[in-house]
């Protein structure tokens, strides 16, 4: 890694606190996970890293490269999309199984399923 | 065009993804790129997507900003509930709210500003009454987080109109 040394001081400066930003936001987002006692509770701190780490991790690969290879370096911002965009899905699907189990569990405090409109009327 | 391009803007983001893949803007990746995204266009209007015509870009450019701000804010504050612990246990509690969004697209893309942000999370959507169930993190007001999904449908909504 000794040409990370050719990165000027500003820079250094920059990437080092967004890199070490964004790893304490996911570190902190994993802590949430143990902290938390539900399941639902548990489904928002992993958004932490996906969100806010993500970000900060390709802000700063994004200003090291480009400093280093004095060229505009976008593709890290491909993989902030596709993380946004494809973890809501494994997190909306593990919350409606979980609503779904505890549904069936009869446990207390969960939302009960809506009846449809047309049930409603025959009643 | 339509022929060609089934999906305008799919195609346009395929051959940008392209782009920034090979990181050139060379005729011969350009050339490649539209290839792809003509052919992978194609591919999708097998899939029976539904259509829907984001108009505006600048009221998208708007949304994307209050998302990103919102994004950060709520980063913020789940941190702060986290490393509370056990001093101030948050107040976790499901919400209910009516939605107005007849755009499929639109109510996928509210679906993943919602999951993305720390401290909602999106549950279940009802179809027949057109009413969502979302998980929220920090109770301490209902009526701001209802108010935010107010927003981002009245948004949404100008923005598929």
Same mark, same amino acid.
């Given at each position: ?56 991790? $390709?802000?700063?690969?994004?200003? $090291? ?8 370096? =976008? ?6 999309? =596709? ?41 | ?56 870009? *600048? ?7 209050? /998302? ?12 702060? /509930? ?12 499901? @919400?209910?709210? &009516? ?9 996928? @893309? ?15 959507? &009802? ?5 969502? *169930? ?8 209902? &009526?701001?987080? *209802? &108010? ?7 948004? *949404? ?5």
């Amino acid at each position: 890694m000794s040409h990370l040394t050719d990165l000027p001081v500003w820079a250094a400066v920059i990437v080092c606190g967004l890199t070490v930003l964004g790893a304490a936001v996911a570190l902190i987002g994993s802590v949430g996970l143990i902290r938390f006692t539900s399941f639902y509770e548990r489904l928002h701190a992993p958004t932490l890293a996906t969100s806010g780490g993500v970000l900060m991790i $390709c802000t700063a690969s994004i200003i $090291c490269f480009a400093v280093l290879q004095s060229r505009w370096v =976008f593709h890290e911002i491909l993989i902030i999309v =596709f993380v946004v965009v494809t973890t809501p899905v494994t997190l909306m699907l593990l919350g409606q199984a979980a609503l779904y189990r505890d549904r069936v569990e009869e446990q207390r405090g969960v939302p009960l399923k809506q009846r449809p409109p047309r049930e409603e009327q025959a009643e | 065009m339509r022929t060609w391009f089934p999906y305008p803007l799919l195609s346009v983001g395929l051959l940008l993804v392209w782009l920034l893949l090979n990181q050139s803007v060379a005729p011969g990746t350009i050339i490649m790129g539209t290839l792809l995204a003509i052919g992978l266009g194609w591919v999708t209007l097998k899939l029976g997507l539904v259509h829907s015509h984001p108009r505006r870009i *600048l009221l998208i450019v708007r949304f994307g900003f209050t /998302v990103a701000l919102d994004v950060i804010r709520s980063n913020i504050a789940v941190i702060a /509930v986290i490393l509370r612990g056990q001093r101030r246990p948050p107040n976790p509690g499901f @919400l209910t709210i &009516d939605l107005d969004l007849d755009d499929e697209n639109a109510l996928a @893309l509210l679906a993943c500003v919602m999951t993305a942000t720390p401290g909602t999370a999106w549950l279940e959507y &009802d179809r027949h009454r057109k009413s969502l *169930l979302f998980h929220v993190l920090d109770m301490e007001n209902e &009526d701001v987080w *209802l &108010d935010t999904v107010k927003r981002y449908e009245t948004a *949404l909504k100008e923005i598929f109109g």
